[in-house]
C-alpha cells in the first residue's frame, strides 16, 4: 500500500464517515474501498459482517412472524 493525503470538504467528510460506519467500517478503509470500484469499475462490496448480520435479523423476524 501506498499512503497519500486527501483534503475533503467537512460536509463530505462526515457522510463518507456516516456511510463507514453504515458498513462496520473505518472511514479509511471505506474511502479506500470506494475508490478501488470506482477506478476498476466495480461494484463496492459489502462486508461479510453486514451480510451475516443481515441474516440473522431476518431468521429473527421470520421466527416471530411464524410464532
Same mark, same amino acid.
Do not use: Y
Given at each position: 500500500?501506498?499512503?497519500t493525503s486527501l483534503?475533503?470538504?467537512k460536509p463530505i467528510m462526515d457522510l463518507v464517515?456516516?456511510?463507514a460506519a453504515q458498513h462496520g467500517?473505518?472511514?479509511t478503509a471505506y474511502m479506500?474501498? @470506494?475508490?478501488?470500484?470506482a @477506478?476498476?469499475?466495480e461494484d463496492i462490496a459489502v462486508p461479510m459482517r453486514v451480510l451475516l448480520?443481515?441474516?440473522i435479523e431476518y431468521e429473527s423476524s421470520?421466527?416471530?412472524? @411464524?410464532s
Open positions: 500500500m501506498i499512503g483534503r475533503l470538504p464517515r456516516e456511510r467500517m473505518r472511514p479506500r474501498q @470506494v475508490i478501488e470500484a @477506478v476498476t469499475g448480520a443481515a441474516a421470520r421466527k416471530e412472524r @411464524v
